[in-house]
């Protein structure tokens, strides 16, 4: 069993900053693509992010400029710095992880959501 566990989200005032984490573990092998969505009330998830293993990170228009996406794969962990907040940004927030367990097979993997306001 693998599980992706989100922490950093809250409420934040416009032009304010946070950092999201999501640390993934259990029986896994390798991690290739990880990743941030988000879903705002009444509209799709869309993609915010997402970096593969050992490759470049590309994010959605709406954040270029704004948000940075890292990983640490020694510890298996993807992070999303969120600068310049405005109340559009606000939204659930989910990791996203594809993922090799160690049975051999490949799956997509999602975080249990954390909530971002962005508020005055």
């Known amino acids: 069993q693998v599980q992706l566990v989100e922490s950093g989200g809250g409420l934040v005032q416009p032009g304010g900053s946070l950092r999201l984490s999501c640390a993934a573990s259990?029986?896994?092998?390798?991690?290739?693509?990880m990743g941030w969505y988000r879903q705002a009330p009444g509209k799709q998830r869309e993609l915010v992010a997402h970096?593969?293993?050992?490759?470049?990170?590309n994010y959605g228009d709406s954040v270029k400029g704004r948000f940075t996406i890292s990983r640490d794969n020694a510890k298996n962990t993807v992070y999303l710095q969120m600068n310049s907040l405005k109340p559009e940004d606000t939204a659930v927030y989910y990791c996203?992880?594809?993922?090799?367990?160690?049975?051999?097979?490949?799956?997509?993997?999602w975080g249990q959501g954390s909530q971002v306001t962005v508020s005055s």
């Open positions: 259990g029986s896994i092998f390798s991690i290739n693509t």
């Open positions: 996203n992880a594809w993922i090799t367990t160690t049975d051999g097979y490949e799956n997509n993997y």
């Open positions: 970096i593969p293993s050992g490759g470049s990170p």
